[in-house]
Nanobody
Framework: QMQLAESGGGLVQAGGSLRLSCAAS????????MGWFRQAPGKGRELVAS????????LYATSVKGRFTISRDNAKNTVYLQMNSLKSEDTAVYYC???????????????????WGQGTLVTVSS
């Protein structure tokens, strides 16, 4: 059973940057597709970014493309989300998620991820 723990959220001004981290423990990490999702108040959970097990393929939401970058360090069992040029509409709780299967492609559907972190709040002030 994989456990995921996000960190790095906080309050930032519009135009600023934050880097989120997600540390995995308890199970294999290097063979799993990883994803970042977010949920704003009153809205559903939406994909931010997804990355395959070896980092060879990525998928981004249109709203963050060119501003956010997902990366991973399999040696450290950690996946990152670098967020630049933040906007007020990026305000949300950000969740890290892991696919339970191995060696799959990028996954945009939250229902395909089995393991989830507790989330970290990102607040962007305008």
């Amino acid at each position: 059973q994989m456990q995921l723990a996000e960190s790095g959220g906080g309050l930032v001004q519009a135009g600023g940057s934050l880097r989120l981290s997600c540390a995995a423990s308890g199970a294999s990490f290097s063979r799993n597709t990883m994803g970042w999702f977010r949920q704003a108040p009153g809205k559903g959970r939406e994909l931010v970014a997804s990355m395959t097990w070896n980092g060879g393929s990525t998928l981004y939401a249109t709203s963050v493309k060119g501003r956010f970058t997902i990366s991973r360090d399999n040696a450290k069992n950690t996946v990152y989300l670098q967020m630049n040029s933040l906007k007020s509409e990026d305000t949300a709780v950000y969740y890290c998620a892991a696919d339970a299967s191995f060696f799959r492609g990028t996954l945009g559907d939250a229902k395909l991820y089995e393991f989830w972190g507790q989330g970290t709040l990102v607040t962007v002030s305008s």
